[in-house]
């Protein structure tokens, strides 16, 4: 469904200057800070509570929830944003970062104020020169006006932002590599439990990270009110939600909508969204989620935007990244090139994800020169079978993260659904032994919406 | 080449004093690093290392692991073509192709005259506005091959001032005043913060 709700956080992306303070006090900048800071800390918390605000890094947690677990007077607690968009087809961080720096900002002196948090660390990914040019100069604009660092508008709630760079590592996205990267380590993800950084993160200290677009809307919700934020979207799925459609769409683009109501249909066919399939041709298959998911086909496209039914429906909406193929593509190439991607990305730490992933891509590179087996589509499977037992969704997990599991998404998809491209390229008819579970292309419960 | 310079130097040391633990500065200050020299020059590791009362190895152990960081002198250019997905759909490979012709050299080389080097590059989200690439870091949203070719024109001609050598990230620095910064949260500390209470911080009723 299509709804005339108005954008929370892609509000000013049409000036020009969106990314002055200039702008941004023009246009109801710093006043959820305000807001915030007329009530006590704790009540600021509840507000996000009662929002309901998931997370939007990829795992979709409740950001009033993670807030709560900070243990009791263990000090200082840090708040780490996590800037390292870098899943293929994820594209809404960098766009925030650029045109409204000072939302992003305002978002962390919010969560600073309300869970108590002493310092704060915005990483930035490494390869975004312009997003970290447009922070450094919001973040000194904002220093010389008085709303970051010490006796922030005349209170004695004092925090400092510090601009952190990446280098050029996607596995640092996950929230413990983040960590140990903002350490001076190398990027490596910690080994679980503990589960929480909020318990135990940075500098063994508690630590709330949080994706650069659910801060973006904290500043919104301190000025609302968590009501009018959980008036909007779905049940389990509130407040408005950034989506890059890539792809073969006529009109790729990045859209904020009504979370969990909007359809896969609507933002892929309707004119004010994408306007359907490039070249009027039909849809092959759609990743919902960002190349950790699983893919999607027809039968899902009027399923909502919605955590839960995509989760049940076996893909989850990750990272919001929606990328199109149509009824040309070549399924096995583009299969391998998401692969590819996982086994670049592989930290080495655990050998079921560094093995696995580099001959997972290996095999597809080898079909795909012609050298291919017939037995390479059972090896296939048997390896992401080793990486993630019983190839199942959600994923088991023989990892420490769970970039390995990504990797099997695509191949479970491209093999579950189009066996007999892999077969083209082999130049034989292919005995599949391996039973997969294959959720990734079940037929999806009827649409609740 | 090099320790840092006498003014890199004090730079270096600005950017330290922003963090709880100085082993934190590594990555910042291996970027200082080759923004100084276009590359992470050994001698540069040591004085990171001195700086931040670590051993060179362990910089170096740090630094191996992130892509950006080059231990060779590359082009004065970086040119990333995204190959990922969306942009594989979309003609990135086929951008890639262009590139390699039009300088002459494949992915991961330098031209002769050592001002651009080429590689191929996972997603650098802009995956809505494919084809794409980045010079040093600047995006190029749906470049097509003869837009291409015009930025190499003015890459070599020298008309891109916006563009700096490769190694200098941001053009705009964080700069915190000392009067007005809040300090930094020593993890040996353990005091609750001073507004973490029942009452709010802002009094004003008014606005
Ligand atoms: C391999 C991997 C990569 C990730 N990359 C990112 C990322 O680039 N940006 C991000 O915000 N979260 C990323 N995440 C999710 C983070 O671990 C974490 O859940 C998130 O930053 C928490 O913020 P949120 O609760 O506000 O979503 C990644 C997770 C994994 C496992
Ligand atoms: S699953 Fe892969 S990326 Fe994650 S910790 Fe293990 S080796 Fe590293
Ligand atoms: S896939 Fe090329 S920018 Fe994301």
């Known amino acids: ?449 | 080449m090099a320790r840092f310079t006498a003014d890199n130097e004090e730079l270096a040391r600005e950017i330290i004093s922003r963090y709880p633990v100085l082993k934190s500065a590594t990555i910042p200050l291996c970027h200082l690093a080759q923004e100084q020299d276009g590359h992470l020059a050994e001698d540069a590791m040591e004085h990171i290392a001195e700086l931040l009362g670590l051993t060179a190895a362990e910089v170096l152990g740090t630094a191996s692991f992130y892509e950006m960081f080059k231990r060779e002198p590359v082009g004065k250019y970086v040119i990333n073509v995204c190959t990922s997905i969306a942009c594989f759909l979309n003609g990135g490979d086929e951008l890639l192709e262009h590139a390699e012709e039009h300088l002459g050299t494949k992915a991961g080389g330098t031209t002769d005259d050592g001002l651009f080097t080429i590689e191929g590059y996972e997603c650098i989200a802009a995956c809505t506005e494919a084809p794409c690439l980045q010079v040093n870091y600047r995006y190029f949203h749906k470049i097509s091959n003869d837009e291409f070719d015009r930025v190499i024109d003015d890459l070599r001609s020298g008309r891109r001032t916006d563009i700096p050598p490769h190694g200098t990230l941001a053009l705009i620095r964080q700069h915190i005043e000392a009067d007005r910064s809040a300090g930094v949260a020593s993890p040996g500390g353990a005091e609750q913060p001073v507004w973490l209470r029942d009452t709010p911080a802002l009094q004003d009723q008014s606005g």
């Not at chain 1, 200039?22 to 959820?32: D, H, I, Q, S």
């Not at chain 1, 008036?231 to 890539?246: H, I, N, P, Q, Y």
């Not at chain 1, 006529?250 to 909007?262: A, I, M, Q, R, S």
């Not at chain 1, 893909?315 to 991607?341: K, N, P, Q, W, Y």
């Open chain 1, 1 to 449: 469904m299509i709804t005339d709700a108005q954008p929370i956080i892609t509000t000013r992306f049409g000036y020009d200057d969106s990314h002055t303070l200039e702008r941004f006090l023009a246009t109801g900048g710093y006043e959820g800070l305000r807001a915030a800071l007329r009530k006590p800390p704790q009540q600021v918390a509840d507000e996000v509570k009662t929002a309901s605000l998931l997370g939007r890094g990829g795992a979709g947690f409740p950001a009033g929830v993670k807030w709560g677990f900070p243990p009791a007077n263990v000090w200082p607690r840090y708040l780490v944003v996590n800037g390292d968009e870098s899943e293929p087809g994820t594209y809404k961080d960098r766009m925030l970062m650029e045109r409204d720096p000072h939302q992003l900002i305002e978002g962390c002196l919010i969560a600073c104020y309300a869970v108590g948090l002493s310092q704060a660390f915005l990483y930035v990914r490494g390869e975004m020169a312009l997003a970290q040019e447009r922070i450094a100069g919001a973040l000194n604009e904002a220093y010389a006006a008085g709303y970051i660092g010490k006796n922030i508008l005349g209170t004695d709630f004092s925090v400092d932002i510090v601009l952190h760079w990446g280098a050029g590592a996607y596995i640092v996205g996950e929230e413990t590599g983040l960590i140990e990267s903002l350490e001076g380590n190398r990027g490596m993800p910690r080994l679980k439990p503990p589960y929480f950084p909020a318990v135990l993160g940075l500098y063994n200290k508690p630590t709330i990270v949080n994706n650069v677009e659910t801060l973006a809307n904290l500043p919104f919700i301190a000025r609302n009110g968590g009501d009018a934020f959980a008036k909007l979207g779905a049940e389990t799925s509130k407040g408005m939600r950034m989506f890059a459609v890539s792809g073969h769409v006529n009109k790729p683009g990045v859209y904020e909508v009504e979370f969990g109501v909007t359809t896969f249909r609507d933002l892929i066919e309707a004119p004010i969204y994408c306007g359907g399939v490039r070249g009027g041709k039909k849809l092959k298959a759609f990743i919902p989620g960002g190349a950790s998911a699983p893919w999607f086909y027809e039968e899902h496209l009027d399923l909502p935007l919605e955590k839960a039914t995509v989760d049940k429906a076996g893909s989850m909406l990750g990272s919001g990244a929606i990328v199109v193929m149509d009824e040309d593509t070549d399924i096995v190439r583009a299969c391998h090139r998401i692969v590819r991607f996982f086994a670049k990305e592989s930290c080495g730490k655990c050998t079921p994800c560094r093995e696995g992933t580099s001959w997972l891509e290996k095999i597809l590179q080898r079909i795909i020169e012609g050298y291919g087996r017939p037995e390479d589509v059972d090896l296939l499977l048997d390896v992401c079978d080793n990486i993630s037992p019983g190839i199942n969704w959600p994923p088991r997990q023989t990892t420490i993260c769970p970039l390995g599991p990504s990797a099997v998404s695509p191949i479970a998809s491209a093999v579950g659904r189009f066996r007999h491209e892999f077969e083209a390229y082999i130049g034989a008819p292919v005995e599949t032994t391996v039973q997969m579970n294959g959720l990734a292309y079940q037929a999806p419960e009827p649409a609740s919406a």
